[in-house]
């Protein structure tokens, strides 16, 4: 990576945290700031009390007061020193939570709004990953900032002035001379620790991909005894980690002994220096504690300005990914809103779909569903039923071609408003870790208990949350795993039935249930879509046997359309899908 692109990760990092210092979050690090600069005083004065202290006691030298009050501000001193960096802890602590917090919302916020291209070709675990490596990395910046820098930059000024007015100019060349050898040795270091945290990171988010993919299948594991395979891939990915992650403490450990170097080298030409000149009088035994303490108090401190740079590329390394997830650009959210009076026509007019230049999901797809009918689409697996869905809802967008709602094209209409006016029943059904009313009322948030009654009778839900003892305050488990499919399908019916849109999409929405309820739920369907405009989406010919009209699709083509009597009677494709799922129908 060159030195610009470098510079740039660092701006780009800064310009991040910029925009999470909200006032509350400014007014805490004033606050941290003015105890810094306290605390920096105290320490920086306590070595000249202890100064006079020991000239006092050697008889050298003048002592502005008596013994017992030095030895007084000097404990003093050191007690506001320590005094002063405790509370500056709760106060960082403070401003650093809400920093965390705010781009944690923000983070998970962007990552719900990406279009789902981008998710298509994503893990969940690398996402979540690269949040949390995101955080890390901002909290590594910050602290670096708050409790290095700023204390270190304040004492060193205020110690290299007191250590100059004792007109020994000698004792600041050993510290020039430390600061520049810590510069290099710094500046050479934090680019390849800035590399090897960079490699850290990624094989860590490789990690927490695999391993959040393990648990996400955790059903298949089980029933496949694959625990083993499983567990070993997640555990190569965590050796590869492993080996990351020590490559950088390697680097961390070769820059240390090289700075344990440089400060043991100028530490003692100080300390040499300061001898020569206590034997020549021109330094009193208490300027020779005074030299040391200082310079240790300037030593030190460079050399902590230079882990703080090393911190602050092991930051920018970890926070890189995070910036980068920012910088997606998520699905457009302006757009016209639907009027009251839109009615639910539906068109497709040539419509193409690729998710890859090889293959097309679609291919000039055109047809019309009139506000109210009902549009059956049928195909065999991978024909692209589940893509027009997709394209339905602007949850991608097609390459060519257009799509219109009432009249509107889609890609004019705002995301929002174009769900609201749209209820899906979508195949495989995945619900969150709460109650049974609560994924419910994601379709209507307002929704009241009578309106989400009244759609449970429609999904023929209501027998089954009567008999479970916390109705529908029952917790369903991550992904709905406490329920049956059948159960979740219906929860999904519920939904649709509760926000009542200009068009209901049924994507194979029958297909968990049995038979007799099959029928049952159908016929409230039919029932529940009154005016609006239905597709059904099925590979069971038999649940779209009624629809004013049928698409049956083949390779992402529309190669037939009809209606079911019109279409058997063509013998066609849509025939031989009968056929073959009705074959005594067809020997009859």
């Not at 606050?31 to 000249?48: D, I, Q, T």
């Not at 849109?501 to 039919?526: I, K, N």
């Not at 597709?535 to 190669?559: E, K, M, Q, T, Y």
Request: a positive charge.
């Amino acid at each position: 990576m060159t030195y610009d692109s470098r510079r740039h990760r660092w701006w780009r990092a800064v310009g991040l945290l910029r925009g999470e210092v909200t006032p509350y979050v400014a007014l805490r690090l004033t606050e941290v700031l003015l105890l810094v600069l306290f605390g920096a005083a105290m320490n920086a004065l306590a070595p000249l009390a202890l100064k006079w202290i020991i000239d006092g006691l050697s008889g050298q030298g003048r002592v502005p007061l008596g013994a017992g009050v030095l030895v007084g501000l000097y404990a003093v001193s050191q007690w506001l020193g320590r005094s002063s960096a405790e509370l500056r802890t709760l106060r960082y602590a403070r401003a650093e939570r809400r920093v965390l917090r705010t781009l944690n919302e923000r983070l998970f916020a962007h990552v719900l709004r990406l279009p789902l291209r981008y998710h298509l070709t994503r893990q969940t675990g690398a996402v979540s990953q690269t949040i949390d490596n995101g955080l890390e990395g901002v909290r590594l910046i910050l602290h670096h900032l708050v409790f290095t820098v700023l204390p270190v930059c304040a004492e060193m000024l205020l110690a290299a002035y007191v250590l100059g007015r004792l007109r020994q100019p000698v004792f600041l060349v050993p510290f020039c001379g430390a600061a520049l050898c810590y510069a290099v040795v710094f500046g050479r270091s934090a680019r390849r620790i800035g590399d090897s945290a960079r490699d850290a990171a990624a094989t860590r988010v490789a990690a927490g991909a695999v391993m959040t993919d393990g648990l996400l299948n955790f059903e298949t594991v089980k029933v496949f005894g694959a625990e083993r395979l499983v567990t070993g891939k997640a555990g190569r990915a965590l050796e590869r980690s492993e080996a990351a992650w020590v490559h950088f403490y390697r680097r961390y450990e070769r820059n240390g002994l090289a700075v344990a170097a440089v400060f043991a080298l100028f530490l003692a030409a100080t300390l040499i220096s300061a001898v020569h000149a206590v034997r020549s009088r021109s330094l009193t035994v208490g300027g020779f504690v005074l030299v040391n303490t200082y310079m240790l108090q300037l030593v030190r401190p460079a050399e902590m300005l230079g882990f703080a740079v090393q911190g602050f590329a092991q930051g920018a390394a970890l926070l890189e990914k995070a910036m980068g997830l920012l910088a997606v650009a998520p699905e457009p959210a302006a757009g016209a809103s639907l009027p009251d009076t839109l009615q639910g026509t539906l068109d497709f007019d040539r419509v193409t779909l690729r998710y890859d230049p090889e293959r097309a999901a679609l291919e000039a797809v055109s047809f019309t569903a009139a506000a109210g009918s009902t549009l059956g689409i049928v195909g065999q697996s991978g024909s692209g039923k589940s893509s027009i869905v997709r394209l339905l809802l602007r949850l991608i967008e097609p390459d060519s071609g257009e799509i219109r709602l009432g009249g509107f094209v889609l890609n004019g209409i705002a995301p929002q408003a174009l769900r609201s006016a749209i209820a899906v029943v979508p195949q495989d059904v995945v619900l969150f870790d709460e109650s049974i009313e609560f994924n419910i009322a994601v379709a209507k948030p307002r929704a009241s208990r009578d309106e989400v009654h009244e759609a449970a009778r429609v999904a023929q839900l209501e027998e089954f949350v009567g008999a479970l003892p916390d109705g529908y305050d029952t917790v369903v488990g991550e992904r709905g795993v406490r329920l049956s499919g059948g159960e979740r399908q219906r929860i999904a019916i519920e939904r649709a039935a509760l926000r009542r849109p200009l068009v209901y999409v049924f994507d194979e929405a029958t297909a968990a249930l049995d038979s007799r309820t099959e029928q049952a739920v159908l016929a409230s369907l039919r029932a529940m879509a009154g005016a609006a405009t239905t597709v059904l989406i099925a590979h069971r010919l038999a649940s779209v046997v009624h629809p004013d009209c049928i698409l049956v699709l083949h390779a992402g083509r529309v190669v037939e359309c009809g209606r079911h009597e019109a279409l058997l009677q063509a013998g066609g494709r849509y025939a031989a899908l009968w056929a073959a799922q009705h074959p005594g129908a067809a020997a009859a």
